[in-house]
């Protein structure tokens, strides 16, 4: 609850700060409504920097905290920090947030992560702070 209510500010300022069509607070919680649970940072950090048995963790592209630019593991293309605090324009564009997170989860668990997942990753995302 305490995530939520901290991300509801947060979710003012970006409103104010740029057209953008959401904000890591509103998707937080989008998908803590559908998991019928709070996104927890702690999990969500430790889901980031856990390799699941594959060959890369969310940290691989990202960093760890994502809070500098990223670099991809493959191609090694810079990659946008994705923590809010430093970013003003990440995790602002639904469309692209589902992307990616279709995406990078399937490269990196195999599989979509679950609503609860993807909550857990936007509290940790959410509470970053430089
Ligand atoms: C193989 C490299 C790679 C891995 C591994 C990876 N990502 Fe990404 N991710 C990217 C790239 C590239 C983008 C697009 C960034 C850009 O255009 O600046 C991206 C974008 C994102 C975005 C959208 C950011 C935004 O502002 O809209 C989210 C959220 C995200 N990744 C989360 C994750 C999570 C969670 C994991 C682990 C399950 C993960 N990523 C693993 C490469 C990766």
């Known amino acids: ?14 409103v104010s700060a740029r057209a953008a069509d959401t904000s890591a607070a509103q998707q937080l919680a989008r998908w803590s409504a559908q998991a019928g649970a709070s996104g927890q940072a702690e999990r969500g950090r430790a889901l980031f920097s856990s390799r699941h048995g594959g060959e890369w963790s969310c940290a691989s592209c990202h960093g760890e905290p994502p809070m500098t630019p990223g670099k991809h593991a ?5 990659i946008d920090p994705l923590a809010p605090a430093v970013n003003p324009k990440a995790l602002t564009d639904t469309a692209r947030l589902d992307k990616w997170f279709r995406r990078n989860c399937n490269d990196v668990l195999k599989r979509e992560c679950t609503p609860l997942e993807k909550a857990d990753v936007l509290a940790y995302l959410g509470g970053l702070k430089p």
Do not use: V
């Open 74 to 78: 493959s191609t090694g293309k810079p």
């Open 1 to 14: 609850m305490a995530c939520i209510a901290a991300g509801a500010s947060l979710a003012l300022l970006s």
